[in-house]
Each structure stands twice: as C-alpha cells, then as structure tokens.
T-cell receptor
Framework: DGGITQSPKYLFRKEGQNVTLSCEQN?????MYWYRQDPGQGLRLIYY???????QKGDIAEGYSVSREKKESFPLTVTSAQKNPTAFYLC??????????????FGAGTRLSVL | QQQVKQSPQSLIVQKGGISIINCAYE??????FPWYQQFPGKGPALLIA?????SEKKEGRFTISFNKSAKQFSLHIMDSQPGDSATYFC??????????????FGQGTILTVHP
C-alpha cells in the first residue's frame, strides 16, 4: 500500500532532550512537510522540502530541525530549545509537477508529550 | 496576507441537517482552495477542492461555494450524518515558485452531528 508512515505514534520527551520523529513515504512525492497541530490553532507549518538536500523554514521553525537525505524520508527533530513541544505532529507529502491537483497526503501523526 | 480565517470553531447539527463552514482569505494570489477532513487521532484527508475560476463544486453531499470578489469560500454538507462528525480544515495555496504546494490552513471546525 502506498502512503505515509509516521513513527512512533506516541513519544515522550524529558527536559533537555532532543527527540526525532520519523516520516517515510512511498508515494514517490518530491515535496514533504511537517505541521504542528494544537487545539483551536489548526495546522501550522514547521518545515517543508521540495527536493532532496534542500528545505525551507515554515511559520514556526524555531526549536525544530529537519533533514532530507533521501526522497522518501523527512525526519523532524524537536530540540531542547523548543520549550512547548507538546502537540500532535503531522507529516505530509505532495507531488511537485505542474498541472497536479496539489493534494497533500498526510500520515497518521505522532503525539508528543513532555514528561 | 497569508492568513485564512475559518468559522465557526465548533458546530452542532442534527442528522439530516445542513452543515456550513466558512473561510475568508486576504491573499488574492491564492490559486487552490482544498478542504480537509480529520477524524480523531488520524491525519487530515482531502475532502474536496476548488480553483478560483469556479464558483461552485459539488461532490456527493459536499459542496464548495466560492465568492472571489468577497474572498470567501464555504463548505456545505447536505443531509449531515453522524459519520460526518470530524474536524474540518479549509486551506489555501499560493501559486508556484518556492511556495509551490505550501498550504495555509484555517483554524479548523469541530463538527458534531447528533443522531
């Protein structure tokens, strides 16, 4: 089955700890995205990548880092600098070719909590 | 300029009724307006989408109405069912270039359909 796999489903972070959220897609999509979801605030873009080895900051990139070494993978690291990391994190991907419907496909999410 | 404002924040409808969710935007360069549906603990999934050269699009019980001059668009769910209970997000996409594929989401509407 083609799709986006996020792991783990639940993650707990201790004070001062960096944690990494995994996102893998087998849809052959060029673009990948990370969103943070908080109640009443919708989805806010953290980082996005349109091509391997390149990525851009979204609206709330502070305290987060990403890498894009492979087309299929776009891991997100929540660093100790992110003081309020508790949220639901969503990874998405989409095609980049012109004429597409620009549909973003989402993973099932990772819920991060602070211990 | 990049915001999309969504209302209401929550909506309760009786089975068989019409659910209406509204969104307003400022950036007239947006060229694609999707609606996503999200069930608890899951990632959002594309429900229906429209381009600004069309005033209405219907897919089954779901209709998007688009008012370009007012910079507003809305989702209508006819004959609402308990299975429609979910969070709905409107979104808007700027045209190509470095922002290609990047979506700006509304704050979300929690729809509850009572049987």
């Amino acid at each position: 089955d083609g799709g986006i796999t996020q792991s783990p489903k639940y993650l707990f972070r201790k004070e001062g700890q960096n944690v990494t959220l995994s996102c893998e897609q087998n849809l052959n999509h060029d673009a990948m995205y990370w969103y943070r979801q908080d109640p009443g605030q919708g989805l806010r873009l953290i980082y996005y990548s349109q091509i391997v080895n390149d990525f851009q900051k979204g609206d709330i990139a502070e305290g987060y880092s990403v890498s894009r070494e492979k087309k299929e993978s776009f891991p997100l690291t929540v660093t100790s600098a992110q003081k309020n990391p508790t949220a639901f994190y969503l990874c998405a991907s989409s095609m980049m070719h012109s004429g597409t419907k620009n549909i973003q496909y989402f993973g099932a999410g990772t819920r991060l909590s602070v211990l | 300029q990049q915001q999309v404002k969504q209302s209401p924040q929550s909506l309760i409808v009786q089975k068989g009724g019409i659910s209406i969710i509204n969104c307003a935007y400022e950036n007239t360069a947006f060229d694609y307006f999707p609606w996503y549906q999200q069930f608890p603990g899951k990632g959002p999934a594309l429900l229906i989408a429209i381009r600004p050269d069309v005033s209405e699009k219907k897919e089954g019980r779901f209709t998007i109405s688009f008012n370009k001059s007012a910079k507003q668009f809305s989702l209508h769910i006819m004959d609402s069912q308990p299975g429609d209970s979910a969070t709905y997000f409107c979104a808007a996409k700027p045209p190509g270039g470095t922002s290609y594929g990047k979506l700006t989401f509304g704050q979300g509407t929690i729809l509850t359909v009572h049987p």
